[in-house]
């Protein structure tokens, strides 16, 4: 009778510590490792020059690898973006994802070189810039570099794409890559 109740006892103090307990909770989504991103651009004529960043072991480790690129001058470019990790086996294409997350992301494109100017040519539901497809546009030839950032969850109405002053909308960055370019 002793084993009965002690054992009815302990069930009950467990069934009232477990009851109690708050839910677990939830585990954030954590952010997808890009490994690579490749911005490929497109001439009227249908040639194509991609601009790539390879990085497969992460942060740290290996140095990433950079493709520059030579454009032609006085040119107007379709531009679209590829986000892989690569560190997976199959490669996960991670620009769905993004393209799923729009109202989350926004690229933000600026050059060292005043002969270059990248317009978007995507939103996302609430009309406001994507930049996983562009214009990119060159003037007269030159050399310098493009910079490509990829920020999660900005405030995307702090943004001013008139002056692309992109100082203020906050979010973390995601991936951010300077590319050499030539203008010729």
Known sequence: MR???AFLLLAGTVSFFTSCEKDDPEI????????????????????????TFQDIDGDGGNSPTITNGTLSSNTTYSGSIE???ESEDPIEDLTSEIREEANDHQFFFTSSAGNIT????????????????????TSDAGS?????????????????????????VGGETDIEVVFPINVQ
């Not at 990248?118 to 996983?132: E, F, I, K, Q, S």
């Not at 310098?144 to 002053?165: A, M, Q």
């Open 28 to 51: 954030p989504h954590e952010e997808e490792l890009i490994t690579t991103l490749n911005y490929t651009l497109t001439d009227p004529n249908g040639e194509t020059v991609t601009l």
């Open 3 to 5: 084993t009965l109740f």
């Open 118 to 137: 990248v317009a978007y040519d995507d939103t996302d539901d609430n009309g406001n810039p994507v930049g996983l497809e562009t214009t990119l546009t």
């Open 83 to 85: 986000l892989l990790n």
């Open 144 to 168: 310098g570099s493009l910079t490509v950032i990829l920020r999660h969850e900005p405030e995307k109405s702090n943004y001013d794409v008139n002056t692309n002053d992109y100082s203020n």
